[in-house]
T-cell receptor, first 109, second 114 residues
C-alpha cells in the first residue's frame, strides 16, 4: 500500500470548471507539497503546506492534519492547467519524501 | 539564485555504455535526492545524499547504479552497462536542511538507451 494516495488518477474538465484533486496519506508528516509536471517537462512545486490553506492565483491548497488529507482546487480552469499534479509528503521522522502516483488533468477548450 | 541544475537534459546511450547524470543543488542546499520516472509512471525514490555521505540508497538497484555527492562539485548518478529498461527521466531535488520540508526539483535528465 502506498503511503500517499491520490484521486482521481485521470480527470478531464471543460474550460472554466472548478477542479478538485485529493490526496490522502498514512504517515506522520512535517510538510506536504503539491507539484505540477507538464508533459515532458520538469517538476514545479506549487505549494508547500503544513497546516491550513494557501492560495496562489486560481490555485488553492488545503490540508487537514487530523484527517491526513489535502486537496488542490483549481478555479476557472484553463487548457494551460493541463498537467500531472503530484502530491508529496515529507515524513516527520527521517528525511524521506513520499509521492502519490499523480493526477493527470486535461482541460478541454 | 539559480535553481537545481541538471545536465545533460537529454542523453542517448547504446546498451552496455555508461551514463553519468549530474545535479548541482540550489546554493546553500546540502541534501540531494534522486528520483526515477519511468514512462507513464510516478516518481520513484532512488537515493538520498548529503555532502560526502549516502544517507539512504534503498531505492537504488544494487548493481550497475551508484551515486555520489562530493565535497566539491555536483552530485553524480552513474549507471554502468545501461540496458533498455534504464530509459527514463531522472530527477534530482535538493533541500536546505533536514528539518525543512522544502524540496526543489531540477528539470530532469532524460536517458534513452538504444
Amino acid at each position: 500500500k502506498n503511503e500517499v494516495e491520490q484521486s482521481p488518477q485521470n480527470l478531464t474538465a471543460q474550460e472554466g470548471e472548478f477542479i478538485t484533486i485529493n490526496c490522502s496519506y498514512s504517515v506522520g508528516i512535517s510538510a506536504l507539497h503539491w507539484l505540477q509536471q507538464h508533459p515532458g517537462g520538469g517538476i514545479v512545486s506549487l505549494f508547500m503546506l503544513s497546516s491550513g490553506k494557501k492560495k496562489h492565483g486560481r490555485l488553492i491548497a488545503t490540508i487537514n492534519i487530523q484527517e491526513k488529507h489535502s486537496s488542490l482546487h483549481i478555479t476557472a480552469s484553463h487548457p494551460r492547467d493541463s498537467a500531472v499534479y503530484i502530491c508529496a509528503v515529507k515524513r516527520d521522522t527521517g528525511n524521506q519524501f513520499y509521492f502519490g502516483t499523480g493526477t493527470s488533468l486535461t482541460v478541454i477548450p | 539564485n539559480a535553481g537545481v541544475m541538471q545536465n545533460p537534459r537529454h542523453l542517448v546511450r547504446r546498451r552496455g555504455q555508461e551514463a553519468r547524470l549530474r545535479c548541482s543543488p540550489m546554493k546553500g542546499h546540502s541534501h540531494v535526492y534522486w528520483y526515477r520516472q519511468l514512462p507513464e509512471e510516478g516518481l520513484k525514490f532512488m537515493v538520498y545524499l548529503q555532502k560526502e555521505n549516502i544517507i539512504d540508497e534503498s531505492g537504488m538497484p544494487k548493481e550497475r547504479f551508484s551515486a555520489e555527492f562530493p565535497k566539491e562539485g555536483p552530485s553524480i548518478l552513474r549507471i554502468q552497462q545501461v540496458v533498455r529498461g534504464d530509459s527514463a527521466a531522472y530527477f534530482c531535488a535538493s533541500s536546505p536542511w533536514t528539518g525543512a520540508g522544502e524540496l526543489f526539483f531540477g528539470e530532469g535528465s532524460r536517458l534513452t538507451v538504444l
